[in-house]
């Protein structure tokens, strides 16, 4: 089943670009550099590595599928990215757990997978947000990449981007595997990688699971292995983001991610996300307290009140005009199964968009309840929410205070 498929406007040519790219990777080998082979390299594979390219696997996870590609890579001893849709995160926690523990990177791929810059920005930032949480629940850490859907883009949706610390990323090569490609066409599409760049395949085709093996020896054969994106670039390094691509990187039409704050506004009329919290809530690091009724006296004194052993704190993530986004981070330092933070917002100012928390109010005094996942803290553990506002980002919201339960 194609969950998502692309349509024909998936992918834009490329052709023109050819030349150059065979000339940067002429240049590349000639001088190429040895260090940061890959550790999980397969033996067959245990020769330099000339430079790095990323291999990338959209729209998962899906159950049926997922399992057999993170198989098929780790047989093949290599790691790559994949570009998660954040409703099959939502509904397959346990897969994006598993692509995480094999070793992969995850990026966001939007949440519902639609054309993106067909959107209003209040809805390409509802896209971004729910995925970012998505996969933080599933794994504790939110992406750092962003690849839109179909690889379509604008300024708009890059500083909806900017606003989540996100970077965009397209892709060099188009595998074709969304548009039944076999599997010869695909690592013959897949043979024109050069160092630093990226090919784009799915999370679905059974042409892709066959054509991993021969992907991944022809690359051997060129000095290439398998490598981790660059947030810091949007290119192929290292697998510990360590060693630079030993090229220049070559040509590309995608702009490079711009990480200065947006200067259009952000969205002033967002409803906050309509869809239901998650049903199976992500591994907490505390365990759950026992219900069995003690079988010795209490102690005859009380527990400490765990009221005001937590504290939270404010950070301003970025600015723009007319809006901001927030964050709160909570750290308790006894343990605790719940928190509220209570704030006060400036005049002028009123939160559209929560993640992480339930919040209370929009403006003026608001209070933000712990989600379902992330109430219990250990001692000394912590926690954080983020908030999309309306207004001014100065000054900052007063009074922030946190009460434990
Ligand atoms: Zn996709």
């Known amino acids: 089943m194609t969950p998502f498929p692309a349509g024909p406007t998936a992918a834009p040519t490329r052709s023109s670009r050819r030349p150059a790219l065979v000339a940067a990777a002429t240049a590349a080998l000639l001088t190429a550099v040895t260090s940061g082979l890959a550790v999980t390299a397969a033996p067959s594979m245990a020769a330099a590595c000339t430079g790095y390219v990323a291999l990338t696997f959209d729209d998962g996870p899906t159950p049926g599928n997922t399992t057999t590609l993170i198989n098929t890579l780790r047989a093949a001893g290599v790691r790559a990215t ?32 639609p054309h993106m810059t067909q959107l209003s920005q209040a809805q390409m ?24 859907p179909y690889l ?3 300024a708009t949706l890059r500083a909806v981007e ?8 397209n892709a060099d090569v188009d595998s074709q595997d969304w548009n039944n490609a076999s599997t010869d066409q695909i690592v ?26 021969r992907i991944v020896s022809d690359l051997a054969n060129r000095g290439l292995c398998a490598g981790m994106i660059s947030p810091a670039t949007g290119r192929a390094v290292a697998p510990d983001g360590a060693t630079p691509p030993p090229s220049t990187p070559p040509p590309s039409t995608t702009p490079p991610p711009t990480t200065a704050p947006p200067t259009t506004p952000p969205p002033s009329t967002t409803p906050p996300p309509t869809t239901a919290p998650p049903t199976t809530p992500p591994p907490s690091t505390t365990p759950p307290p026992t219900t069995a009724p003690p079988t010795t006296p209490p102690p005859s004194t009380p527990p400490p009140d765990p009221s005001g052993v937590c504290t939270a704190t404010y950070r301003l993530v970025s600015s723009w005009t007319g809006g901001f986004q927030g964050e709160v981070t909570v750290s308790s330092t ?6 509220t933070v209570r704030m006060t917002l400036a005049s002028g100012q009123s939160i559209s968009n929560v993640w992480n928390g339930v919040a209370t109010g929009a403006g003026g005094p608001v209070s933000v309840r712990n989600a379902a996942y992330n109430g219990s803290l250990s001692a000394g553990g912590s926690t954080s929410f983020g908030f999309l506002a309306n207004g001014s980002s100065s000054p900052a919201p007063s009074g922030i205070a946190c009460s434990g339960a």
């Open 82 to 113: 994949f570009f998660n849709v954040g409703q099959n995160a939502q509904s397959n926690p346990a897969l994006v757990r598993a692509q995480r523990d094999a070793g992969m990177w995850i990026g966001n791929h939007s949440w519902t997978h």
């Open 125 to 148: 930032a509802s896209e971004i947000s729910q995925t970012q949480q998505a996969i933080q629940q599933a794994t504790g850490t939110a992406p750092k990449l962003f690849r839109p």
């Open 152 to 154: 379509e883009s604008n």
């Open 162 to 169: 900017a606003q989540f610390g996100l970077t965009e990323i």
């Open 188 to 213: 013959q599409n897949a043979s024109r990688l050069q160092a630093g760049g990226s090919i784009l395949m799915h999370d679905w085709p059974a042409n892709t699971i066959a054509a991993i093996p």
């Open 334 to 339: 006894a343990a605790i199964s719940g928190w």
